[in-house]
Structure formats: C-alpha cells, structure tokens
C-alpha cells in the first residue's frame, strides 16, 4: 500500500513486509519512506494551511461527516483488515471500528463549537476602553504519531480533531500496523483539498524523528511508550507536545467488594487484545480476606477463554503483535516465578500467542509489575488495609487509570481522591474510555488530555485582539 502525501500515492525504494502475527503471512507491503518524502510530505501540509483554513466550519463539519458516513459503509473490511495486521480478536477490530466512527462523528459536532471568547480588560488596571476578544486558532501542522495496539481509532484521536480546529497533519502509523491507517487515510483525503492530510511510513527513529525535529511541524501528538515519549520530548524543541504514554493500571479490590463484578472487571482488564492495552489490569491488587474466592473464579473465566484464530467470531484472545513481543512477557513471567511468584493457570508461550494467565504472590517490586507488561497477565499482588492499596497503586512512574471495587462510600472517594491516575473508576476495571472523554495520564503516562473537545483545546492556540474605543 502507498503512502499519502500532497493528495497522491507515493512510493519508495525499500519496502517493509506486514506481517499477519497469527500465521506470520505477508499482507501487504509499505515503503520505507527515505526523508526526502518524509519533507515532501511536511512542505505540503505546511502549503495546505491556506486551504483548510478557509474552509468555514460548516464546510469541515460536513466534510467529517461524509467522512464517517463512508467509514460506516466500509467497516467490515477494515475490521478485517485490523485483525489481519494486528491479531487482535475480529470481535475487538469491530469495536475498534465502532468507536473510530463514533470519534469522526464527535470531531464532525465539535468543529463546530469553537467559539470566540470576549476578555474583559477593565478588570485590570489601565483596561478601561478596550473591546477584546480571544480568538482560537489553529497551531498549523500537526505531526501524529501513533502505536500499533488500536491503530486506527488512536491515529483518528489525532487526526479528526486536527481537521475540526483547522489544521493539517502529518501522519507516521506503526510499522507493524499501517494498513486500516492508510486505507482511512484515503477516504479523508477524498474529502479535503490535496496535502491537509499525508501518511508516511517507515521507521520510528528515522521518519517519526524526521517529524518530531523539524521546525515545519506545530505540534506533535503522540501516542506510544513512556521511552519514545522521552526520546520525542528531548526531540522536538519549541513544540506544543500532547503525549499518550504507557500505564500500569492498578485494579484494587477491598474487602467489601462486590467479587463477581470485580472478577468480570479483571477479565476484562487484563486480557482484553491479548493484553496490549495502555489502560489494561496491569496489577490486581486485592485485600487478603476475599482473595482465594477471587482467584478461583477468575482461574475459572480465564480458563473459559477461547485462544486462536483471530478471525474467528468466538475467538477471545489473539497472538501478541510479534514474537519478540511475546518472548519479552515470557520472560518477564518467568523471572517473577523465579522470586516466588505462583503460575495458577496459563504460562506457556507458542510462537505469537501468550497464554491469559493468572499469577498469584506477587510482590510489588516485581519487574511484572514496577515495568507495564504488554501481555495478558492478571498478576495478584494481597494487602491487608485500604492504605496499603493506595500505596501501593501509587509507588509506580505510571498513573494512567485506576479502578477500585468497594461498597463503602468513604473507601471509594478516599481512593479516588489518593490515587494519582488520569482516571479513577468506582466500580468500573480501568480499560475503559469513550470517545469524548478526557483522556491522559499523570506522571509518565503523558502529558495532555485527548477526547475531541480536550483535544482540540490542545491543538489551537489563543490570539487575543484587542479594540481600543478611546
Ligand atoms: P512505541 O514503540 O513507543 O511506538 C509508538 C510509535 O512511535 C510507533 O509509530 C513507532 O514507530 C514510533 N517511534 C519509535 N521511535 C520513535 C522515535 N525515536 N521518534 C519518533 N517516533 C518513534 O509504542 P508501541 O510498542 O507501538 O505501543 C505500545 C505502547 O504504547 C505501550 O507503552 C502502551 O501503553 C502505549 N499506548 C498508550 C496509549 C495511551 O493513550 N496512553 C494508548 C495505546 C498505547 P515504529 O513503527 O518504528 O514502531
């Protein structure tokens, strides 16, 4: 599949192979792009500024909506598409392709709320006189780069809100994964004047960097491990930056907790894309008094879990992304065993696929659960008091999302208010976001918040203008 760039297909020398992580087959083929195409593709999103911009937003509104419409019709191909290139389950593509449209729709509406905001000056000293108003206007060129676990909904989380506040972009989809990105890339492009929106494919530290350094790009909005997130905040220079980082999403279950509910959240939480989720369970952490009833039925439902062909309707978990990726929990499971940590069910690997896995005796220091491990893993870490759940829900570098079961009104707001994450939940396993929300982590789990109207708060800047009457 070609790349986008200036409203044409364009090619490149060297090509990369993507890979089906359930059979290994080659899908497709995407290039490489050389930095000469890299910098094509930015000097025509710097040249279509003029366009977009003087488009109204009635015009874009009805662009994004013809935008989503044709999405709709095509989903079924391209939640096909994304169970082929990321082995995710072909029930979890359609969800996947559900929540894109549902993000296009919410740009569609949002383009139109940008409102001008009236200052008033004569509060201050000196003011008196002034008619001011605050303008939000576009940054320009947005650089999106985006991971392979949800590619096309969290590219669209860039993209979308981009177009709806008028700027153009400049996107690098995940090697592994660039085929859904690319296609919907298309059906955009179709919709906007040639270079408001370009793809260009290659590696993360050659084409992303190429993005990320140049001095053309307004802003970038990443989404993808707290390490690139590093590397791209010492790159960039004078950019806004929005980073969607890792996260290490506790699961805290108290003693008065509802435990059925609590079982289907972990489930839920730690094995959803097999795993590969920034918001996943990574860590249940559970009080001592009901742990074994917990365990049990959640050895029960993790058993009960179909693994194979991800395009299989039954199919709950896929391979991991690749084998390395694989290799990586595999390891990660063993050393903790090493330290004392109990496998209760699952624990072995086949080339891409990791089995859902419970591990019990888990200490919090464990390299399992300190790192975020991208697999499906319900490790269980036991505590005896709701401090010792904040405490240990908060001795991490992540605080991405949270989620804590209780009945008891006081212990629910306590860990709401405690715990340092981007979200807490109250009876809810983290792994959960709508599309209009405002989502981002603290600590190092990012820096910003998206969700259309967040994300567009991000991806403006205020002009103030002011009239002096006297
Ligand atoms: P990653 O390795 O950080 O890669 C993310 C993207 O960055 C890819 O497109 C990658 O290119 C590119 N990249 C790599 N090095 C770069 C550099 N030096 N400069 C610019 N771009 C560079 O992450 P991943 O393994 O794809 O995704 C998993 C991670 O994403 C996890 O940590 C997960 O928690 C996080 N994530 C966060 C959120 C959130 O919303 N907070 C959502 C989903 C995932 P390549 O094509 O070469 O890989």
């Known amino acids: 599949m070609d790349m986008l760039i200036d409203g044409m297909k364009v090619t490149d020398n ?6 089906n992580p359930y059979d290994g087959q080659t899908i497709d083929t995407v290039p490489i792009a050389h930095l000469n195409n890299v910098h094509r593709a930015i000097k025509a ?7 977009i911009q003087e488009m109204s937003a009635f015009k874009i509104s009805n662009k994004l909506y013809d935008v989503y419409e044709k999405l709709r019709k095509n989903k079924n191909n391209l939640a096909k598409l994304l169970t082929l290139e990321v082995g995710k389950p072909i029930k979890e593509s359609k969800v996947e392709l559900e929540r894109s ?9 949002e383009s139109k709320r940008i409102y001008v905001e009236t200052v008033p000056l004569d509060a201050g000293l000196n003011g008196k006189d002034f008619f001011t108003f605050a303008q939000k206007i576009p940054l320009g060129v947005i650089g999106a780069i985006t991971p392979f676990n949800y590619p096309l909904n969290l590219t669209l989380h860039k993209i979308a809100p981009a177009l709806a506040c008028k700027n153009t972009v400049v996107i690098k989809p995940p090697l592994d994964a660039p085929l859904t990105v690319l296609k919907c890339a298309d059906i ?4 906007f004047p040639p270079g408001v929106i370009n793809v260009v494919t290659g590696y993360g530290n050659e084409v992303g960097d190429a993005i990320v350094s140049s001095p053309h790009i307004n802003k970038i909005s990443f989404t993808g491990s707290v390490p690139t997130g590093l590397m791209i905040s010492s790159r960039s220079g004078m950019k806004k930056l929005t980073l969607e980082l890792g996260g290490n999403d506790p699961l805290i279950v108290l003693d008065d907790a509802n435990i059925d509910e609590a079982v ?8 959803l894309n097999a795993g590969q989720v920034c918001m996943g369970v990574k ?6 008094s009901i742990a074994d009833e917990f365990i049990e039925k959640l050895v029960k439902k993790t058993q009960e879990l179909k693994i194979g062909n991800p395009l299989d309707e039954k199919t709950d978990i896929g391979p991991l992304i690749n084998e390395n990726a694989a290799i990586m929990v595999e390891e990660t499971v063993n050393n903790a065993v090493k330290k004392g940590a109990e496998i209760l069910t699952g624990g072995k690997r086949k080339k891409t696929f990791y089995e859902p896995t419970v591990i019990d005796n888990v200490s919090p220091e464990m390299d399992l659960v300190t790192n975020e491990t991208f697999g499906p893993i319900a490790p269980i870490i036991r505590i005896k008091s709701v401090d010792e759940a904040i405490n240990i829900a908060n001795n991490t570098e992540y605080g991405l999302q949270a989620g804590v079961y209780t009945e008891n009104l006081k212990n629910a707001l306590r860990c709401a208010n405690e715990i340092e994450s981007g979200t807490v939940f109250i009876n809810k396993q983290p792994t959960f976001r709508t599309d209009n929300m405002p989502f981002g982590g603290f600590k190092n789990s990012g820096i910003g918040k998206e969700g259309i109207k967040y994300a567009i708060e991000e991806m403006t800047k205020i002009k103030l203008i002011g009239l002096n009457l006297k």
Do not use: C, H, W
Request: negative net charge; charged residues 30%.
């Open 14 to 19: 060297d090509m990369y192979e993507v890979k």
């Open 45 to 51: 999103a710097v040249n279509a500024k003029k366009d």
């Open 101 to 109: 449209i549902e993000t296009l729709k919410l740009s569609a509406e």
């Open 188 to 191: 955009i492009n179709e919709q």
């Open 264 to 271: 289907l959240g972990a489930v839920r939480g730690a094995y």
């Open 283 to 288: 860590r249940i952490i559970i009080d001592n």
